[in-house]
């Protein structure tokens, strides 16, 4: 049983940045390939940012490219969402996730573990 807790939504600004955390249980996150996803309201669940577990490679939806960075540090078993540049349509709760098979694409079907989520809103 993996426990995932994100930390660090809140309100700003267009314009501005935030920095979201999520901490896993155990010392699990060098088995696990981790990321995010968002959902805004009647929308679908997307994929946000993906990173291997070695660390060694990232995936990013085309929206968030160049102003998103995801990492991890796996001997704190922890993984960061930076988000600069934030947008109104970036507004969405976010959702660390974890997943045991490596796979080669980051979809929400393939999640294994899902953190609670962390409300992001982005005011104009």
């Known amino acids: 049983q993996v426990q995932l807790v994100e930390s660090g939504g809140g309100l700003v600004q267009a314009g501005g940045s935030l920095r979201l955390s999520c901490a896993a249980s155990g010392r699990i996150f060098s088995s696990y390939d981790l990321g995010w996803f968002r959902q805004a309201p009647g929308k679908e669940r997307e994929s946000v940012a993906g990173?291997?577990?070695?660390?060694?490679?990232?995936l990013y939806r085309d929206s968030v490219k160049g102003r998103f960075i995801i990492s991890r540090d796996n001997a704190k078993n922890t993984v960061i969402l930076q988000m600069n540049s934030l947008k109104p349509e970036d507004t969405a709760v976010y959702y660390c996730?974890?997943?045991?098979?490596?796979?080669?694409?980051?979809?929400?079907?393939?999640?294994?573990?899902w953190g609670q989520g962390t409300q992001v809103t982005v005011s104009s």
């Open positions: 990173i291997k577990r070695s660390g060694g490679s990232t």
């Open positions: 996730a974890a997943v045991r098979r490596q796979l080669n694409f980051w979809i929400a079907v393939d999640v294994d573990y």
